[in-house]
């Protein structure tokens, strides 16, 4: 009788192991989700050919080859055609005074004002921590697209820059 008891009692104690292993296994596979989830949709958005952050005012949308691409400025698009010897075809741009998606052909751009989105630090050091020029960033000068060229003369009044059609700054970069 006492070998029965033993037997029964083995065999719940079994039971509630597995039970709690088994919810173990649950709340960590749902840890594991939910955080693989944040990851996924905390990401911020970054350009496909530099990967610096996509800002708001300054991205565009373009092609490589019949790939969708998105550019953290037009001055990343133009200098990744440079680069890499192939046609960037820019589909999109973004309107700096109100976000909106804006079409290359009507666009304004204001080229190398004082606003640079991309450009995080604006004095770098040599390694005796002495100031050294910046030579190339590949989204410099900045360029920065309006709708309206009432706007961009706002704009290069109160940052610098030179504003220019879309066309003619494409065709000088496509030469």
Known sequence: MLVAYNAQQGA??????????????????????YTAWRLRTSE???????IRPLHARSRVVGLIEDKRQRFCCPACAFTAHRQIGKLVKLLELTDYENDASLKPEGAYLVVG??????????????RDKQSSPLDFDRCSPSMIAFARREAAEGF????????????????????
């Open 12 to 33: 719940s104690m079994t039971h509630k192991g597995t039970l709690s292993g088994l919810a173990i296994l649950v709340a960590m596979a749902a840890l594991l989700g």
């Open 44 to 50: 911020v958005p970054v350009c496909d050919v530099c």
């Open 113 to 126: 004002s004082s606003v640079n989105h991309c450009v995080r630090e604006r004095m770098l050091l040599d």
């Open 156 to 175: 290069a009044g109160r940052n610098r820059g030179a504003i220019h059609r879309f066309q003619d700054v494409a065709a000088a970069y496509h030469r």
